[in-house]
């Protein structure tokens, strides 16, 4: 479970669309005994100038903080969990579309 949540990590910061993961990285790594060179390779990784070598030693640090400290692991998964449902409307007479997710007390 681990390896499958650092990949969807790491994809997501490659994307760009991770700022509240980063945020989350950064606050963990910042505890860390290094954190210098752990944020440092965080930076790194976010920026274009990031290398492969980079991105080998963000992974191997986020697996090993992940199995330290399941707090950090189980906010990993939630910040790459996906946002929602994704609607595919085919068609050129669709009308009103309207989708939710939660409406006052009741969630669909």
Do not use: C, H, W
Request: proline share 5%.
């Amino acid at each position: 479970m681990i390896e499958a949540v650092i990949s969807a990590a790491l994809v997501k910061i490659a994307e760009g669309s991770g700022s509240a993961l980063v945020e989350a990285i950064r606050q963990r790594f910042a505890r860390s005994p290094e954190p210098t060179e752990a944020i440092g390779t965080l930076d790194r990784v976010t920026r274009d100038d990031r290398s492969p070598a980079d991105v080998e030693r963000l992974r191997a640090l986020l697996v090993r903080y992940a199995a330290e400290d399941p707090a950090f692991l189980g906010r990993l998964a939630q910040e790459t969990r996906p946002a929602g449902a994704t609607n595919v409307v085919a068609g050129s007479n669709v009308g009103k579309l309207i989708q939710t997710n939660q409406v006052g007390d009741v969630s669909m």
